[in-house]
């Protein structure tokens, strides 16, 4: 793909991986953040994932951190938005946007829950506005979340799609801007039923997770439960929703249980127990395991993408 220039607002844990994944595309990423804190430490924060992954160093210089958005945003083809997730400050920020660049520059926005429907809504051009859902980290991870809302063209999702394609990340289309898109729906319908079933004294946390990890999980990242559904049989798919659908958590509000823990500020990790308890050196381990698992799947991926191209 001809490299082109894209503007990163937000300087922060997402905005500095998805400038660290394009600008190792071959792109010139300029990182727009009004944090002098922010934008003094995303250097570093660059070379570790540098240090991770063994890169080509040269991405770095293809990055640049800015004070200001207009000289930021000058002749992008695209803007990637990952500021805080607050409606009124990305609408503004997409307001100001419209005013210094191209009617054509697609803008994206990173938000997790808020629909790019509502905070596109004050723009001219809204057929530009599209939401890229990353997943953290987002140079690791390689889902993005690709959402078309009522006034999104069909020619913005193709080319938001193809940029990330090429990449090296798997975008896919999601049709309707609906809260959660698809992945975290998915994600916290197994979270209802987790807590529900911890709530009523079935399983500790610890045996959820053994439960995921050791069972349908293991295969879930070459079998996915579509395909696992087709592979039993939608008979047997059948048979066993009508037994079990009727007994499963149908609550429309999170739980009493998860609202006590809250309150009494079990967090998890970072306040040392939450549905489990953590030391420090547990909650360490835990990370770098992620870590280190999903910098093993990047390598992976880019040997067998380097071995399919010769
Ligand atoms: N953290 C995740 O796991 C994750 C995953 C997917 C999507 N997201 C979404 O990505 C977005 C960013 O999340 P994050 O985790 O990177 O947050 P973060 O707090 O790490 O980073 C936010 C950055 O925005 C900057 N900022 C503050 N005000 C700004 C402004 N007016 N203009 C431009 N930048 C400003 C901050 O200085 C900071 O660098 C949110 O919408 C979030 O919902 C987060």
Redesign the pocket.
Do not use: V
């Given at each position: 793909m001809t490299p082109q220039n894209i503007g990163i607002?937000?300087?922060?844990?997402?905005?500095h991986g998805i400038a660290y994944l394009l600008a190792n595309a071959g792109h010139t990423v300029r990182v727009?953040?009004?944090?002098a804190e922010?934008r003094a430490s995303m250097p570093a924060r660059l070379q570790s994932s540098l240090d991770l992954l063994g890169d080509d160093p040269m991405l770095l210089k293809r990055i640049s951190a800015h004070e200001q958005m207009a000289p930021a945003m000058q002749d992008v083809s695209f803007v990637f938005e990952?500021?805080?997730?607050k409606l009124p400050?990305k609408q503004q920020?997409f307001a100001e946007l419209e005013t210094m660049v191209a009617a054509d520059t697609i803008l994206a926005s990173?938000?997790?829950?808020i629909p790019s429907t509502e905070i596109g809504a004050k723009l001219k051009h809204r057929e530009r506005v599209v939401g890229t859902?990353?997943?953290?980290p987002p140079h690791l991870v390689p889902l993005v979340e690709v959402i078309q809302n009522e006034k999104t063209s069909d020619d913005t999702i193709r080319k938001t799609m193809e940029l990330l394609r090429d990449a090296g990340r798997k975008p896919v289309h999601v049709k309707k801007d609906i809260p959660g898109f698809v992945g975290n729906r998915l994600q916290h319908a197994i979270k209802r039923e987790a807590i529900a079933m911890i709530a009523a004294g079935v399983c500790d946390a610890e045996t959820i997770d053994e439960v995921v990890k050791s069972g349908f999980g293991a295969r879930m990242a070459v079998l996915g439960p579509m395909e696992q559904s087709d592979l039993v049989g939608l008979d047997l798919t059948l048979d066993i929703q009508n037994v079990l659908l009727a007994d499963l958590d149908r609550s429309t509000a999170p739980t009493q249980f998860l609202k006590d823990k809250v309150a009494s500020g079990k967090l998890g990790m970072r306040t040392g127990e939450g549905l489990r308890k953590w030391a420090p050196s547990e909650a360490d381990a835990v990370r770098e395991r992620l870590r280190r698992f999903l910098a093993e799947q990047a390598q992976a991926e880019k040997t067998r993408a380097q071995k399919a191209r010769s």
């Open positions: 607002i937000g300087a922060g844990l997402m905005g727009y953040d009004p944090s922010w990952a500021a805080p997730e400050l920020l990173n938000s997790s829950a859902h990353f997943w953290n």
